[in-house]
């Protein structure tokens, strides 16, 4: 009984054996294969570039008409196109004031000047006719005092009388009283003549006084117009004073936009990279004085539509910075903002429309240029030698939208990954490139 126990529990122990030996599994075998990772990528070359600064403002003309009444009157005549909004040409007669009163004065005025110069015409006839009386007379007083100074002689031995002598005497007395009164005629000829003068001055001035009174009473366009605002009716009686109409040139319109200092003084280091370290930030006139402002390019957009831009030109740079939002004015200016307005597909340049003045300039050398998005932590992927990951720490000089301007760490030929790449890349390991080329962003944002 005893042996039967002792082979029954053998025979189990060789089968738990044999069971568990069954049970157990092969080692696993890891598989060296390495990962491989898609990327897109793009090739470093040097590229040209545009540097460029924005501001925001609004359209204004250049020259504004404010036609303000000078003469009173009531409004006779009013061109049929005077309305807000209306393009009027140069030299058109757009209103006309009442000008009845002013040309009455007017000729007036010249019936006033014809009188008096008359009057000074018969002057100088008075004048040279005293002159020419004085003259006679005095040959008759030389005659009369010859003939005295004979019977003075003959008086002497008896024989001319008392009588005659004192007849003689008496006709010379005579005669000089009246040179004296024609010389006192022709003393007073150069007061009359002043008088008539300054007469004649205020009769000159009343009529200059017409004379612009009465062009007061109409009103020509200075130069091409747009009008901006009416506020007259036909028959209306105005007043001295009153505004009539505001009017726009539409040669030229200009844009004043607020460009940030930061943005102006890194254009300028772009374009004068040896001048610029030696002007400080404070030193804001001597910044924009140093500014050749052909080297601008200047373009204006509209606000609330990219595609509808205007060439512009930078005619001016403001010295004084704006504390509060640390800006510089800038004038643009747009000649023939209206040309566009022909074309269905664009609106003329007005006044008052918000706009984006965008500054900008090519740098003299061509520079590296990268996606900010392809930056991370001051380093860029790079696909290296047998497409394996590479880091490289690089320089960013500055950041203009989308692209970084890189002073140092990439050169021409270098691969480098764009967009986000997998986290869990590391240095080493493998890449396959989507793409490699140009990235597709770039001529886009460069244009700009």
Do not use: C
């Not at 000078?70 to 004031?97: C, F, M, Y």
């Amino acid at each position: 009984m005893r042996v039967l126990i002792i082979g029954g529990l053998i025979a189990l122990g060789v089968v738990f054996v044999t069971v568990m030996a069954n049970l157990k599994q092969t080692p696993y075998q890891e598989n060296t294969t390495p990962a491989v990772y898609t990327v897109r990528a793009m090739v470093i070359d040097t590229i040209p570039f545009k540097v460029s600064a924005i501001g925001f403002g609004a359209v204004k003309a250049r020259s504004t008409w404010q036609a303000v009444v000078g003469v009173g009157g009531e409004i006779t005549w009013r061109h049929p196109n005077l309305k807000s909004g209306a393009l009027i040409a140069k030299d058109t007669r757009v209103l006309q004031v009442d000008p009845t009163q002013y040309k009455v004065a007017m000729q007036a005025a010249e019936a006033n000047i014809a009188t008096t110069e008359y009057e000074n015409r018969q002057l100088t006839q008075e004048q040279e006719h005293l002159q020419n009386l004085i003259a006679i007379e005095n040959k008759k007083l030389a005659l009369i005092e010859g003939e005295l100074a004979q019977i003075i002689t003959l008086s002497g031995d008896g024989s001319v009388s008392m009588g005659e002598l004192e007849e003689q005497k008496d006709q010379a007395t005579r005669q000089r009283i009246t040179i004296q009164s024609l010389e006192r005629q022709l003393y007073l000829i150069p007061d009359r003549r002043s008088a008539l003068m300054a007469r004649l001055a205020d009769d000159q001035k009343a009529l200059e006084k017409a004379e612009e009174e009465l062009a007061g009473t109409e009103y020509i366009a200075p130069f091409d117009i747009r009008l901006h605002r009416v506020d007259v009716d036909l028959h209306q009686q105005v007043i001295p004073g009153q505004m009539l109409f505001i009017a726009d040139s539409i040669d030229t319109v200009e844009v004043t936009i607020q460009v940030p200092l930061t943005d102006l003084r890194k254009l300028f280091s772009m374009l004068y990279p040896d001048e610029s370290s030696n002007v400080p930030v404070s030193d804001l006139p001597l910044l924009t004085e140093r500014l050749d402002l052909d080297d601008i390019q200047a373009t204006v957009v509209l606000a609330d539509d990219p595609k509808v831009r205007w060439a512009a030109q930078v005619t001016q740079i403001g010295s004084e910075l704006d504390p509060a939002t640390q800006t510089v004015p800038v004038v643009l200016a747009v000649k023939e903002p209206y040309r566009y307005g022909i074309s269905r597909s664009q609106s003329p340049l007005i006044r008052d429309m918000a706009v984006r003045g965008v500054l900008s300039a090519v740098l003299p050398t061509s520079v590296v240029i990268v996606p900010v998005s392809a930056i991370h932590q001051g380093a860029v992927h790079l696909v290296g030698e047998n497409n394996r990951t590479e880091y490289r720490q690089v320089s960013v000089g500055w950041v203009q939208q989308e692209l970084a301007f890189i002073t140092e760490g990439l050169k021409v030929g270098d691969k480098v990954v764009v967009g986000n790449p997998v986290p869990a890349v590391k240095k080493g390991f493998n890449l396959k490139l989507l793409a490699t080329a140009f990235d597709h962003r770039l001529p886009r944002i460069i244009s700009e």
